[in-house]
């Protein structure tokens, strides 16, 4: 091979290796421009999440005054019931 030969296959190797770069490049530039899409996205997701939390936390708490009211009322259906046996 001539020293024209091996420069020119030196040339297009480096030449595929800055394509390659080149697309990678592209590829990178793509997704960042869709990240501010996908932040608002999760973004969103957060928020519906928080409002879904407070939601379950507001039920717990109405679920809690009930199993109070209800074991309140068993506590003295039980002493009423426990009453009516002693006589």
Known sequence: ?????????RFQAALESLENAAGSVGESLDSAAKLPE???ELEA???????KVAELEEEITVLSGLTE???GRLDGAMGEIRAALAR
């Open 1 to 9: 091979m001539s020293r024209l030969d091996l420069a020119t296959e």
């Open 38 to 40: 996908r932040l608002a």
């Open 45 to 51: 997701e957060r928020e519906r999440l928080l409002a």
């Open 69 to 71: 009211e209800v074991e």
